[in-house]
């Protein structure tokens, strides 16, 4: 009952207002698998270059991260170079090199194909809808992600494989750019119709927001005191709400309240160092912590 | 055990997405005094002109909002016209005429003195100080409301009264300018030194939090499909929060978990319609189906 993630392993190149740091292990799926195997065992689908060994794999070791489907091939891993001002809520893109990553053609082990959760992360919308078709049988579920590159550049394949996806998950200005609609629930009955019945809104600084026929859960992010670096908030969030939907095995409403919570929760983490750091250093306990710590601030009387 | 409120009574032109409208009867005290009076009784003090009369009296009457201290002179009412843009979240202001606000100087009838809740809406710091001065006590406590031209042009005045001040309510733009720093942890502790022990944050579409030394509690604001005018909705939220404050005769985080409830559920009902509008014609039983709506939507579960 394991949960599929296919995305981007990359070295990263970073500058914040709290300093900068260069060649740092990064790219969606590290932020994914390294929050939802907090939650569920987790298999990764993604490339990496020789410039990927035994030191980076350390990262990943005594969590039930199954790496088998991490390709690698001749050249060097993507790199991004960004740099975030005061604000932090964007980036602003330096240097994209696709390296190893431009030549990614998905190919998924035997043992991967029967998964019955599959989260497809941000790449091509053509890849992503190849890798759907390499399951052995339709999963319980599939989330996606997105980004105004492919919802600008590749709207076609996008609404293929949108038709066949439970859970989007994007950020504000992507839920508008693909609905049209500035207004959430505007844009959630627009891409309500492309496919997804659940959409999860990723609002940074601002929490995040899960609309569903049935209703919406909404949630403010952890208000933390020193925040150094955003980079992999979205895809730590997405790791951990999805992580926990897995284990419980269940998609209903009362699920997504516990599951916007673990999304937040590890995304806190991430936040307060560089790369993955964050992530790794965090215990059970400090997720516990947290995780009380959150639920203290958000619980409200009625009136 | 009444509740005093100190601020503006105004005409507005406004212009949004949605719709023009002129000449509509606004201003922070009027918007604050319809919101708390739903929890606790207001005695208001303002100035008006001669264009204020018994059309406009006729939104008060059947609510606990005493208007004693309401000054009537010659000359014309507070004008502003603004105009939104497509994201609502800031107005741009197209005229401001202060006309008899200009020569405003708060004279509390001797039935007001004693208020032992007091809130000094957004006007010249002098002048809240004014009004501090003429309480025959220390009120019970004393909140505040003020804007980034009080900021960068009467620092002293409202350092002065901020010193006196228990509950600071501001948006996240002031909070910044205000303490010089962007973190809101950071940023309640320059505060905290300045003398309010509770800041209370607007944050507009993303909800309020209030930031005291005993916790944080926050909530987003209610995801609605039609905003049609954002202008009022802070004091709205201000008369929702301290009305409910004053009506509990309690300042602690158990009270403040229902007033920033309170607060959100009224501002809810403001911005869905041009002016006082959507204030006026909400009923208790629409504010009791609100407040549960917006309790489900923002309950999570722990892990």
């Known amino acids: 009952m394991t ?37 569920h065992p987790v298999q990764v689908v993604a490339v990496v270059g020789e410039d990927f060994g035994a030191e980076q794999l350390q990262v990943f070791q005594g969590r039930p991260i199954d790496l088998e489907g991490l390709e690698r091939r001749p050249g060097k891993c993507f790199h991004w170079k960004g740099v975030y001002g005061e604000n932090l809520s964007e980036a602003q893109t ?8 431009q030549d990614f053609r998905p190919d998924l082990p035997a043992t991967y194909r029967p998964s019955p959760f599959l989260f497809l992360g941000n790449i091509d919308p053509t890849l992503q809808l190849d890798v759907l078709g390499q399951m052995t049988q339709r999963p319980q579920w599939v989330a996606l992600d997105t980004m105004n590159y492919w919802i600008q550049g590749a709207g076609d394949a996008l609404a293929k494989v949108l038709a066949q996806v439970d859970i989007l ?35 940074g600084e601002y929490g995040a927001v899960v609309l569903t ?18 980079t992999g908030a979205g895809d730590t969030f997405a790791g951990g709400f999805l992580g926990y939907l897995a284990a419980s095995g269940k998609a209903d409403l009362e699920v997504f309240r516990r599951a916007i919570i673990a999304g937040t929760v590890m995304a806190s983490f991430t936040v307060q160092d ?30």
Chains 1, 2 share one sequence.
Request: glycine letters at 10%.
């Open 94 to 101: 330096l240097e994209t090199h696709l390296n190893v990553f």
């Open 274 to 303: 560089f790369g993955l750091r964050g992530l790794e250093v965090a215990t059970e306990q400090d997720i516990k912590d947290r995780t009380q710590a959150f639920s203290d601030m958000i619980r409200a009387g009625g009136l």
């Open 3 to 39: 949960l599929l993630a296919v995305g981007s392993v990359a070295y990263d190149d970073l500058e914040t207002p709290s300093g900068k740091r260069e060649h740092v292990l990064g790219g969606s799926v590290c932020y994914f698998s390294l929050s939802s195997s907090r939650f």
């Open 169 to 203: 998950l994007v950020n504000e200005g992507e839920a508008r750019a693909l609905s049209g609609e500035r207004n959430l629930l505007k844009a959630f009955k627009k891409i309500r119709e492309m496919g997804p019945r659940i959409l999860v809104v990723k609002r």
């Open 213 to 230: 026929d049935e209703g919406i859960v909404a949630v403010p992010a952890i208000i933390l005191e020193d925040v150094v670096d955003p």
